[in-house]
């Protein structure tokens, strides 16, 4: 039986190895690797920040959710790709190391958080993409009696884009950060939580970001109504801020300019996952991230694909996209093993909903001017507030087998 290799059980991974299955049934093996024994909703993380939702609502667990399907499990972190043998190289939470090979892999551990980058990480850095800091903030924002807030995002280590995958160049481009929607999102709940416990007219908020505005992955009008509301709001705003230290009352960029912090809410640097220092090099571009083709194989290794944050194309890092490529790589293999299947083809687009729970409303962004494309939607509404909602719902009810994503996803 082929054997194919999942590393990674987020939105990518948990796609692939759900959609190989579903394709191939008992042509195919499939066995998911992931480092934590549960799979966390990460777009309901920063919910958890103000206190609508926990960590532990928001986790589907793995080792049950996985094998009712078919799909093996192993609970381990992967350290090295051995692409020239068809091996991978991973440890278990003892410490043990252990080897597994495959017929095909499936690249979807995603990219690093990059917190080393950034001095006073440890003392003072909050941020809302893993549970544990969501965790973590909700607790400094229960507590909070008033004074500076920054929201912004860290550098996005992504290198050259050399060698480029075979696809369009307008696919993808080198950004600034790996994905400001997170910040935009923030930017509403956070002023909302505060408001709600009477402490908004104590606080005064900025919002940075290290490119020449935020959010330039969508329409330069869409970014002109976003500026518009943080300058209603009071916000103070700074562009060209590349984070590098944070202090007790202040950030610090590389420039040595600074911004008054008492809370400092940052998207962490993004870059490459440690396991590529280990790994076959010529399986990666300059930044540390895949190559591939329009299917989302490896150009260097076709039995390798790429999918969702790991893969070069992927620009900006979303769960749109990460859940589109896993879809295409796994109808691939599926006619490469002989079962004919309708193959769809990459379509990339900013789909993005900005959640604001305590307020009733969200903000959803369907934009495809980072691609050269003329779509450029960003519509407030109490209904994409409720979207969000049901989309939550839906991948907690389905432990992440979204196979109807494709036709919810742009509502």
């Not at 579903?22 to 992931?34: E, H, M, S």
């Not at 935009?184 to 919002?207: N, Q, R, Y």
């Not at 509404?381 to 432990?399: A, G």
Request: net charge negative; aromatic share 10%.
């Amino acid at each position: 039986m082929t054997k194919l290799l999942v590393l990674g059980g987020r939105f990518a991974g948990l796609t692939a190895a759900y959609t190989a299955k579903r394709l191939l049934g008992d042509k195919i093996d499939v066995t998911l690797i992931n480092n934590t024994p549960y799979a966390a909703f990460r777009p309901g993380m920063p919910h958890v920040a103000i206190g609508v939702s926990t960590a532990e609502e928001l986790e589907v667990d793995l080792a049950t959710a996985l094998p009712a399907k078919g799909i093996k499990f192993i609970l381990g972190t992967v350290t090295k790709i051995d692409a020239k043998k068809n091996k991978v190289e991973y440890e278990l939470p003892s410490k043990e190391k252990k080897e597994a090979s495959y017929d095909y892999l499936v690249v979807a551990f995603g990219a690093k958080l990059g917190i080393e980058h950034i001095k006073g990480w440890e003392e003072y850095g909050n941020s809302v993409c893993e549970p544990q800091y969501a965790t973590a903030l909700h607790e400094k924002l229960e507590n909070w009696k008033g004074g500076n807030i920054a929201i912004g995002s860290g550098v996005f280590y992504q290198g050259t884009l050399t060698p480029r995958g075979k696809y369009p160049k307008n696919w993808a481009s080198v950004a600034d950060s790996a994905c400001e929607g997170l910040i935009f999102e923030l930017s509403l709940m956070v002023p909302a939580f505060l408001k709600k416990k009477g402490l908004l007219d104590k606080t005064h908020i900025t919002i940075f970001s290290p490119g020449e505005e935020i959010l330039t992955d969508i329409a330069k009008e869409s970014r002109s109504v976003v500026k518009s509301l943080f300058a209603q709001a009071g916000f103070d705003m700074v562009w060209n801020f590349k984070l590098k230290e944070i202090k007790k009352d202040e950030i610090v960029d590389e420039s040595g300019k600074t911004i008054k912090a008492d809370l400092a809410i940052i998207l962490p640097p993004y870059e490459k996952n440690d396991a590529v220092a280990n790994s076959t090099p010529d399986l990666f571009d300059d930044g540390g991230f895949i190559p591939t083709d329009e299917h989302m194989r490896s150009v260097t290794y076709p039995n390798v694909y790429a999918c969702g944050d790991a893969n070069q194309v992927t620009v900006p890092k979303l769960g749109f996209l990460a859940v589109q490529t896993s879809r295409i790589a796994m109808e691939d293999l599926a006619n490469r093993l002989g079962v004919p299947t309708k193959q769809e083809e990459y379509a990339p687009e900013v789909v993005c909903i900005a959640d604001n729970p305590l307020e009733g409303f969200a903000i959803a962004v369907n934009d495809t001017t980072f691609y050269g494309g003329d779509e450029k939607i960003a519509q407030p509404s109490p209904t994409n507030h409720i979207k969000k909602e049901l989309f939550t719902k839906y991948f907690m009810w389905t432990n992440g087998d979204m196979a109807l994503d494709k036709y919810l996803a742009s509502w």
